[in-house]
Each structure stands twice: as structure tokens, then as C-alpha cells.
């Protein structure tokens, strides 16, 4: 048997050693430093209150027409922010969903110490999905999990990167959708983005040397027409010859403008079957996009597979995914290369990391997705510094515009790359009164 040298500390107990067998507890006496209180619910802090703000975010509303935040309070005076995705890609929800965001901070949250994040993360998954999650819930989950985190950074003055194993990396390369940004002087319209993409390959090609003279290294756009049944996401659909020429001549007069200065990255939304998406991959090969991403509905995991061996183009999804156990589905069925969660959804930073780590361990690469404000994308950033697998991150053009508007400081973006922060916490803080003006 071991002998447990002691090492003695006058204040520690060995009190914990008494449901041992008698010959074992002679032989242990803990180790505790001198610094440290074994007496953690006397002294934690506790989570006292939460604030929410639903806001409309205005036209051309990109990234989502509401966003939802949270701001949780402890009593030592250290507040966290938060943020779900939910209500960025679905709207119709917000009182609803305002009343459950309340009930389980009540149930799950109110009066616990925000420091024991992991075991507060399992309580809400164990209690709010049984053990069988589904987007709405896990949105709920994610926005607190961020704000844990924040508050966690906060109290030990130091970012969340930190707390997770420190820097891997300095720079955070990003990528944007290609927004329309105005036509003939006029302001932008959430429309003249969709109708660039699928309608107008000669105007796309302009946006996307536009964005490259900016400094983007990866553009994402969405070549086929998009909700065709006037609802995302659709049923899946075939695409008609006519249909797939103009999505070919898009995706070709993208590459023509911007030659290799930039990786182009080609979306569907999950809209078209496995045999449009084998279709439309083959047309598209010989433009050398970096991904296509979900390529059809995520939810069957095999399908997605068989058309990631069907093509030489990379498969990028996840999104719409939540919790570790989809994406171990997804890397099991070796359906992507790159995954896709999104912090606002997924199950926050806390399961971002674990996906992460499944991800390294079946050689696939990290791309957060960011469909919602600057919470979800300061999350996504202090996990992008510390993960050895990540590729590149969504923003919202520069994540500046609506951004900059209802921050204290603005994210730092330079050159195609966003710059961790070294602030405390997630790096990000909202104005209460900005948000009041913009209040649902």
C-alpha cells in the first residue's frame, strides 16, 4: 500500500477520512493549503437576480430581427452577460420564451454559486431536456452558461480564455456573409442581400471584391434561391437545371472577381435533398469553395456522410445541432470536416469546449456560427483563442454596425482577423441604456 506522506496544514480536517476503512484512515491526511476554504457555500457568491432585454435589432437586420440578452447579478456586485440564439433565428416566440427564461433561472440558477459552473450547466441539462435536448431549451442553457462564464472571468480578473487553458492563438481569422451594403446611395435592404445571391451574379462578384479590398479571407454566400416555400428552414427540395445553372454562374463569377485572395464558402441552409446537394456539389467543384455547408436537413447524420464521400468539397455544419451527443453522432457518421456550433445554442461555452474536444479527436476543424448579436460572438472568441482546432470564425461583416451601437467598446478587427480581448470575463459589455432604446 501507498503511505501518504502528511503534509500538515493546522487548519484542515481530517474529518473527510472517517467513512474510509479504519486501516486506510491512519494512513491519509489531507493536504490543504492555508489559502484556500474548504468552506465553500459560507463564503460563495450567489446568483441574486436577472435582467432580461429582448431587442429589435434594426433594418437590414443582420443577424437576426431580435436578440435576446441576459445579464445575471450576484450579491458581491459582479454581473454576467449572456445571450440566446434562439429568438435571432425564429421570431414569434418572445413573450413565451421571456416567461420560461425567468422560470428557470427561479429553478435552476437563483441562489446557487455561478463559480460551480459545470455541475450548474448539468443541473439545467438534466432538468429543462431530460437528457434528450432540443434547440429552444439548450438556447436557454447557453445564454446563462455565457454569463457564468463572464461572471467566473470577472471574479478572478481574468478572460474567459484563461479559465479554459490560456492563449493558443493571438489572431481570430473571420469570415462574413456578403451582405448587399446599399444600392445607388440607399440604405441596405434585408432583401437586396437574398436577390445579389441567387439573382444578380455580376452585383455578388462587386460585393465580394468589396469585402476582399476590406481584408476578409473567407466569404459565404447562398447561391440557390432561398425559401422557396417563404419559411426556413424548408422541406427539402430538388433543384430544377435552370436553378442550378444560375447557382453555378454565381459561385463562378464570385471566384472570377476574387481569384484566390479569399476562401468562398457556399450555404444552403439545409434545404435541398442529398441528390440536389451530390447535383449541385459536382457543379461546383472545379471553383475550389473551402466547404458547402449543411448541405441538407442536419438532423440525419448518414445521409450527410454519404454526401460528404460523394464530393472533394469539404462539409461544414452544425448549427442548428445542440450538445455533445449530436456532434458525436455527426463525427461518428464522419459527415463533416468542419463543425459549426453556435455558442448562443449549442449549450454555451461550457459545451462548445467539449465539442471542441470531440472535434480534435476525429480531425475536424472548429467555424463557429454567429446568426445573433455580440454576446454569442464574444463567447465564440474566447473559445477560438484556446482550442488547437480551430479554422475561422462567423461575424456579422466586422462585427461592428448594430454592434458598436449597444456595446461600451468595440470588438477589435483588423485585416480579415478579430484580436482576443484581455478584458475580465468574455471581454464584452452591454449598455443597459442603448438596450432600453431598442427594447421589444
Known amino acids: ?216 479571407t473567407g466569404l459565404k454566400f447562398d447561391p440557390l434561391p432561398q425559401s422557396r416555400h417563404r419559411q426556413l428552414p424548408n422541406p427539402p427540395w430538388e433543384v430544377s437545371l435552370a436553378e442550378y445553372d444560375i447557382a453555378e454562374r454565381t459561385v463562378a463569377s464570385v471566384r472570377e472577381a476574387i481569384g484566390t485572395q479569399a476562401d468562398i464558402l457556399i450555404g444552403t441552409h439545409g434545404q435541398i435533398t442529398p441528390s440536389a446537394a451530390k447535383r449541385f456539389a459536382k457543379r461546383i467543384e472545379p471553383y475550389d469553395p473551402l466547404w458547402l455547408e449543411e448541405p441538407c436537413p442536419p438532423e440525419n447524420y448518414s445521409e450527410m456522410g454519404e454526401i460528404a464521400r460523394s464530393t472533394t468539397i469539404p462539409i461544414a455544419t452544425g448549427e442548428r445541432l445542440v450538445g455533445i451527443h449530436e456532434f458525436q453522432n455527426l463525427f461518428a457518421a464522419k459527415a463533416c470536416a468542419f463543425a459549426q456550433p453556435d455558442l448562443g445554442s449549442c449549450g454555451g461555452i461550457t459545451a462548445c469546449k467539449k465539442i471542441a474536444a470531440l472535434a480534435e479527436a476525429n480531425y475536424v476543424l472548429m467555424a463557429p456560427h454567429v446568426w445573433g448579436g455580440p454576446i454569442i460572438t464574444a463567447a465564440a472568441i474566447q473559445v477560438d483563442t484556446n482550442i488547437p482546432n480551430f479554422l475561422i470564425q462567423e461575424t456579422i461583416n466586422k462585427a461592428d454596425g448594430f454592434f458598436n451601437e449597444i456595446i461600451t467598446t468595440p470588438f477589435v478587427w483588423e485585416e480579415g482577423d478579430l484580436s482576443p480581448p484581455d478584458a475580465p470575463g468574455i471581454g464584452v459589455e452591454l449598455d443597459p441604456a442603448k438596450l432600453e432604446q431598442y427594447k421589444f
Open 1 to 216: 500500500m501507498y503511505k501518504i506522506h502528511q503534509m500538515v496544514d493546522q487548519q484542515c480536517s481530517t474529518s473527510n477520512t472517517k467513512f474510509l476503512p479504519e486501516r486506510y484512515q491512519q494512513e491519509i491526511v489531507t493536504y490543504c493549503p492555508k489559502s484556500y476554504s474548504h468552506d465553500h457555500e459560507k463564503n460563495a457568491m450567489k446568483l441574486t437576480r436577472i435582467t432580461p432585454y429582448i431587442v429589435r435589432n434594426p433594418p437590414p437586420m443582420w443577424g437576426g430581427a431580435t436578440w435576446y440578452f441576459v445579464r445575471l447579478e450576484t450579491d458581491t456586485g459582479i454581473e454576467g452577460w449572456g445571450e440566446t440564439a434562439v429568438l435571432s433565428a425564429y421570431s414569434g416566440l418572445e413573450e413565451s420564451y421571456a416567461s420560461l427564461v425567468q422560470q428557470a433561472f427561479e429553478a435552476y440558477l437563483k441562489g446557487h454559486n455561478p463559480i460551480d459552473r459545470e455541475a450548474l450547466f448539468h443541473k439545467m441539462y438534466e432538468g429543462m431536456t431530460a437528457q434528450h435536448p432540443d434547440y429552444s431549451t439548450m438556447g436557454i442553457i447557453s445564454a446563462f452558461d455565457i454569463a457564468l462564464w463572464d461572471i467566473c472571468g470577472k471574479h478572478y480578473g481574468a478572460p474567459v480564455y484563461d479559465l479554459l487553458g490560456g492563449k493558443y492563438r493571438d489572431r481570430i481569422r473571420s469570415y462574413t456573409y456578403i451582405y448587399d451594403t446599399g444600392r445607388d446611395g440607399k440604405e441596405p435592404q434585408f432583401m437586396d442581400t437574398f436577390r445579389a445571391w441567387t439573382a444578380e451574379p455580376e452585383r455578388l462578384a462587386e460585393l465580394a471584391s468589396q469585402y476582399v479590398s476590406d481584408g476578409f
